[in-house]
């Protein structure tokens, strides 16, 4: 098999290629098949196989081979989607399109994994379902939706064999900050624990439903391993979450190392974007496939320490 990670120099694209290159094999149509090449696509970075996703060509040369599966992670994020309308929708979907037309060259049928977002939904529901009405309130969710939309069809069409993990914020990402939006939720506790200040952009009463990285990576693993036959025709599961307040971030840092210190700068354009998504998650469905979430914020920090030390 032949393993295809969209947006691979992205964070959890390396995370989840180390995940897959630990494991003796994938399921496939044929059952499990052995793990003979991860491809890791992107735009640039170390180890990836560099392509634009919006290039057809490009995507059609990766998505070649006897057995092909596919984590689609690569995406325009929320803060940046907001700002450009045109490269939001020519990413998020014009790109997913592209793969799954190269999908349908490959046999047997792929499974394909996508990550979606609880952005599909407004901020006027507190909790959400995968029985929710998407309302998204931002380019970014729209796009999403959309995109939740495209892989259920192109799996009732056969051309794909699609599951879509519906990811509430992921913490704590190192490194350098990205242009999402929720990227306070993780840069409040990874400057701190770093002896760095931090200004947060959102009040103390913000409600995040989150996950740690740990979780994020045996969910898609996990997805793409049911049985098809147990996804029933919504191919789309939201992953379950912590419903937390920023305060309570704030609070559980207080408990861990670190020498920086936690300071409110709001910023209005972050503020507004976060007050559009829901507070917390109904992830029975994806709980009913043995998928579950972080114990809570302080088992995600201890992670964090663990596997990055913090810095």
């Given at each position: 098999m032949k393993v295809v990670i969209t947006g691979g120099a992205g964070f959890l694209g390396r995370l989840l290629a180390e995940r897959i290159g630990s494991l003796p094999g994938l399921q496939g149509p044929r059952g499990l098949e052995p793990i003979e090449e991860i491809v890791r696509f992107d735009v640039a970075g170390d180890g990836v196989v560099v392509g634009d996703i919006i290039d057809p060509a490009a995507v059609?040369?990766?998505v070649s081979g006897p057995a092909v599966s596919v984590f689609h992670l690569a995406s325009v994020v929320s803060g940046e989607g907001e700002r450009d309308f045109d490269l939001a929708y020519r990413v998020n979907v014009d790109g997913l399109l592209n793969l799954i037309r190269a999908c349908r060259e490959v046999a047997p049928v792929p499974r394909f994994v996508f990550t979606s977002s609880i952005a599909v939904f407004g901020g006027a529901e507190p909790v959400v379902g995968d029985d929710t009405k998407h309302s998204s309130e931002t380019s970014y969710?729209?796009?999403?939706?959309?995109?939740?939309g495209i892989v259920n069809d192109a799996s009732r069409k056969g051309f794909i064999d699609g599951r879509t993990a519906r990811l509430p914020h992921v913490i704590i990402r190192p490194g350098p900050p990205n242009a999402a939006a929720s990227g306070f939720a993780s840069a409040v506790f990874r400057e701190p624990l770093a002896g760095?200040?931090?200004?947060?952009?959102v009040s103390l009463g913000t409600v995040m439903p989150v996950t740690g990285v740990r979780a994020v990576i045996d969910a898609l693993v996990a997805l793409h391993e049911v049985d098809p036959a147990r996804l029933g025709r919504d191919r789309a599961f939201g992953l379950p979450a912590l419903p937390v307040t920023v305060e309570q971030m704030v609070e559980t840092l207080r408990r861990h190392r670190g020498a920086g210190s936690v300071t409110l700068a709001p910023d209005p354009f972050v503020q507004a974007i976060v007050d559009r998504w829901p507070k917390s998650v109904d992830g029975r469905r994806a709980r009913s496939l043995g998928i579950t979430g972080s114990g809570s914020l302080d088992a995600i920090v201890d992670?964090?320490?663990e596997d990055f030390g913090g810095g």
């Amino acid at each position: 098999m032949k393993v295809v990670i969209t947006g691979g120099a992205g964070f959890l694209g390396r995370l989840l290629a180390e995940r897959i290159g630990s494991l003796p094999g994938l399921q496939g149509p044929r059952g499990l098949e052995p793990i003979e090449e991860i491809v890791r696509f992107d735009v640039a970075g170390d180890g990836v196989v560099v392509g634009d996703i919006i290039d057809p060509a490009a995507v059609r040369s990766v998505v070649s081979g006897p057995a092909v599966s596919v984590f689609h992670l690569a995406s325009v994020v929320s803060g940046e989607g907001e700002r450009d309308f045109d490269l939001a929708y020519r990413v998020n979907v014009d790109g997913l399109l592209n793969l799954i037309r190269a999908c349908r060259e490959v046999a047997p049928v792929p499974r394909f994994v996508f990550t979606s977002s609880i952005a599909v939904f407004g901020g006027a529901e507190p909790v959400v379902g995968d029985d929710t009405k998407h309302s998204s309130e931002t380019s970014y969710g729209v796009t999403k939706s959309i995109g939740e939309g495209i892989v259920n069809d192109a799996s009732r069409k056969g051309f794909i064999d699609g599951r879509t993990a519906r990811l509430p914020h992921v913490i704590i990402r190192p490194g350098p900050p990205n242009a999402a939006a929720s990227g306070f939720a993780s840069a409040v506790f990874r400057e701190p624990l770093a002896g760095r200040d931090y200004e947060l952009p959102v009040s103390l009463g913000t409600v995040m439903p989150v996950t740690g990285v740990r979780a994020v990576i045996d969910a898609l693993v996990a997805l793409h391993e049911v049985d098809p036959a147990r996804l029933g025709r919504d191919r789309a599961f939201g992953l379950p979450a912590l419903p937390v307040t920023v305060e309570q971030m704030v609070e559980t840092l207080r408990r861990h190392r670190g020498a920086g210190s936690v300071t409110l700068a709001p910023d209005p354009f972050v503020q507004a974007i976060v007050d559009r998504w829901p507070k917390s998650v109904d992830g029975r469905r994806a709980r009913s496939l043995g998928i579950t979430g972080s114990g809570s914020l302080d088992a995600i920090v201890d992670e964090y320490l663990e596997d990055f030390g913090g810095g």
